[in-house]
């Protein structure tokens, strides 16, 4: 039998599918009826999961624009916004139509998918020219635009279809009408459709997507303009191709992921999708390592889970929180560390490959 020969890319990425899919069964499993007293997950992790795998999209994601693009946005909370809330007005707006909670959740982060992808393109044909402390100012001006929008933003559906007004309730809804969009108020009376085994298979496409871009020819194109923007153009590379190539698949990825983490919650806010939002999303990134999707995975689970985790520490619990990420940046980033672990993974791999000459 032919020995299945892998890449060093190829089993990173299998290995970051395996551990994705045994972190979910053995979640599945601790939340299960089969132990005793329903599980050994406390209630406050079971409403967690959900979050954790909407923000884990949202890391990956921003990893294709940062990591593997080498362009800082400051933004990408604004996708987050406009995929939660157009993907929950198609929600409620079906509610009746389409009964089946699965394929409105479906169709909810497909909408969000696609509208939040297009906002990417519409903001990256001026945003994508720039480049450096320019562009990440411009994505953040683009957040805070779309947070004042939807905070500004009226959306109801009656028997006619749906209406908007903005800053003002001018909707003039007929009897029997709903108002979505609220403005200030955001969106309440939310269905709560959004589970687990949703968010994992979101975070299984994300991978897909983003694993099979980067290893593309066009993937490859992208990393040249990271590596060499100069170099890349006077070989024939188009910039503004691949840049907003990239930029558009992660900002539809942000999308779906508000619509998940939207429809986690029966009231949902403008204000919930915030500059502070794209700094945490941000700091998944950095810590988890610049181009590491498996890193981004692990430090969005990890930094979702540690302030309640810290809570009892009360008034120092953002404190401890604070000391704890400039740790580990610090142990990261220490040249002794990394070396440490450099030889004792080549003597493992050394071991390994004794072991298959035997």
């Known amino acids: 039998m032919k020995k299945l020969n892998l890449n060093k890319s190829n089993r990173r990425n299998y290995l970051t599918y395996g551990l994705v899919i045994l972190a979910y069964l053995v979640l599945q499993f601790l939340g299960s009826d089969i132990l005793k007293s329903g599980g050994v997950l406390s209630f406050t992790i079971q409403g967690m999961l959900v979050p954790i795998c909407a923000?884990?999209?949202?890391?990956?994601s921003l990893n294709l624009t940062v990591g593997v693009l080498g362009e800082l946005s400051l933004?990408?909370?604004?996708?987050?916004?406009?995929?939660?809330?157009?993907?929950?007005?198609?929600?409620?707006?079906?509610?009746?139509?389409?009964?089946?909670?699965?394929?409105?959740?479906?169709?909810a982060l497909a909408v969000?998918?696609?509208?939040?992808?297009?906002?990417?393109?519409?903001?990256g044909i001026p945003v994508l020219r720039l480049n450096g402390d320019y562009l990440a100012i411009v994505t953040l001006a683009f957040g805070e635009i779309i947070k004042t929008i939807f905070n500004n933003l009226y959306v109801g559906v009656d028997s006619h279809g749906l209406h908007m007004s903005i800053l003002s309730d001018t909707t003039n809804l007929a009897e029997g009408g709903k108002l979505i969009i609220a403005g200030p108020m955001g969106i309440g009376g939310i269905q709560k459709i959004s589970t687990f085994t949703s968010g994992f298979l979101?975070?299984?496409?994300?991978l897909i997507i983003i694993f099979n871009l980067v290893n593309s020819r066009a993937g490859r194109a992208i990393m040249a303009i990271r590596d060499n923007r100069i170099a890349a153009e006077s070989i024939g590379i188009n910039i503004t191709k691949y840049k907003m190539m990239a930029f558009v698949t992660s900002a539809a990825l942000a999308g779906s992921a508000g619509a998940l983490f939207a429809m986690n919650y029966s009231t949902i806010v403008a204000n919930k999708f915030d500059f502070n939002t794209s700094i945490l999303v941000l700091v998944f990134v950095v810590l988890g390592g610049l181009g590491n999707m498996l890193g981004s995975i692990v430090a969005a689970a990890a930094l979702t889970i540690l302030p309640e985790a810290l809570r009892q520490f009360s008034d120092y619990r953002m404190l401890v929180y604070a000391i704890v990420l400039i740790?580990?940046?610090?142990?990261?980033?220490?040249?002794?560390?990394?070396?440490?672990?450099?030889?004792l993974k080549s003597a493992v791999t050394g071991k390994r490959r004794g072991k298959e000459a035997a």
Do not use: E, W
Request: charged fraction near 5%; aromatic fraction near 10%.
């Open 55 to 60: 923000y884990i999209v949202m890391a990956v």
């Open 75 to 107: 933004g990408h909370a604004g996708f987050m916004s406009v995929g939660a809330f157009t993907g929950v007005t198609a929600a409620m707006a079906l509610q009746d139509a389409i009964p089946a909670a699965p394929l409105r959740m479906v169709i």
């Open 112 to 123: 969000g998918a696609i509208f939040a992808g297009f906002a990417g393109f519409l903001i």
């Open 202 to 206: 979101l975070v299984i496409i994300a």
């Open 327 to 343: 740790l580990v940046m610090l142990a990261t980033n220490n040249p002794t560390l990394k070396s440490y672990l450099g030889k």
